[in-house]
């Protein structure tokens, strides 16, 4: 007899024996502890995972498996649980985001950087529109997620920015917002449109990784928006054509380099197109053809690398001066 003999039906008798008695004498009678770390969801509510098992196995062998007889993780009494058909939840609240922060210190900011209560109604809102971003996938959300306790609290951890225990993602975001907060503003401002008319809440879910090599402070969600403006095909087509007609070649609007010149035909049309509009106020715009700058991947590479971002000008400036 082991967890694996367990049924479907008998975890259902066993949710029923749990909401009859109660979870403090079913854990009680049992002699579970109260889960740590994974809950069963049934019906909108939680369970304790390990007991559930445990206690499904009397529904279906007969006898009860204790705490010590099997493990409540992953590989074990989670895995049965999901392959009879059961939704496991992990209670760990998934670390903050770096667009949930940027949210959330702009909410901060306009409270002249004072932590507000959990049912204060800006907390509340936030907790709300949290909830709804396309940032962490449902079965890694406990029932904790970002409810209004959890985000008063990270505001009061962040509004005493000087203790040690911030770690570089916080600090990283609380200095943009001291060193520009119009900008970290805009940023929130731009990223709740985003999400409120749609386009960042389909690309969001999207596993594209972010280089290393990519500073945006404005966060992961606008920066990804900005792809795939730079990637669109019709407008990218639109600006090659306009600038073989003017200058009669491709060539990187920062450095000269024309992939056809060194690679030949393997470099031929290959450009890369950079938006540039910044990340802050580029959320409602539709991009216009002037907005797209040509560039190498280097010279393109060398803008994303550290935030502010360089208009493509200043770098020709940096570039031509460093030749100089
Ligand atoms: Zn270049
Ligand atoms: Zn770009």
Not at 103 to 124: F, K, T, Y
Request: charged letters at 30%; a neutral charge; aromatic letters at 6%.
């Amino acid at each position: 007899m082991s967890l694996t003999d367990i049924t479907r039906e008998g975890v259902l008798k066993a949710i029923t024996e749990f909401q009859e008695l109660g979870r403090d004498e079913f854990l009680r009678r049992y002699g579970f502890k109260e889960a740590r770390t994974y809950l069963l969801v049934h019906e909108d509510a939680f369970y304790d995972s390990k007991a559930i098992a445990g206690v499904a196995h009397r529904h279906t062998a007969g006898r009860p498996l204790t705490a010590g007889e099997f493990s409540g993780g992953e590989k074990h009494a989670v895995r049965v649980l999901r392959s009879l058909g059961f939704e496991v939840r992990s209670t760990r609240t998934p670390p903050w985001d770096h667009d949930e922060l940027v949210l959330l210190c702009a909410v901060l900011a306009g409270n002249g950087w004072q932590p507000m209560a959990p049912d204060a109604e800006r907390v509340q809102e936030l907790s709300e529109f949290l909830r709804r971003l396309p940032l962490h996938r449902h079965g890694h959300r406990g029932p904790d997620f970002r409810t209004p306790d959890e985000v008063a609290r990270k505001m009061a951890e962040l509004a005493e920015s000087h203790l040690p225990e911030n770690s570089d993602r916080d600090e990283q975001i609380l200095r943009a917002f001291r060193e520009s907060p119009t900008r970290m503003n805009s940023a929130a401002e731009a990223l709740r449109k985003g999400v409120e008319s749609g386009p960042l809440m389909d690309l969001a879910w999207s596993d594209e990784v972010i280089d290393a090599e990519v500073s945006a402070p404005e966060g992961r969600m606008l920066f990804r928006w900005h792809l795939v403006r730079e990637r669109d095909p019709a407008l990218r087509k639109k600006r090659i054509d306009q600038a073989r007609a003017r200058h009669g070649a491709l060539a990187c609007e920062v450095c000269g380099f024309d992939y056809e010149r060194t690679y030949g035909p393997r470099g031929a049309d290959y450009i890369e197109c950079h938006h540039v509009v910044p990340l802050h106020v580029s959320g409602e715009t539709t991009t216009r053809l002037n907005d797209l700058a040509l560039l190498c991947a280097n010279c393109h590479r060398m803008i994303h690398r550290s935030s502010p971002w360089p208009t493509p000008a200043e770098l020709r400036e940096l570039v031509t001066r460093r030749r100089s």
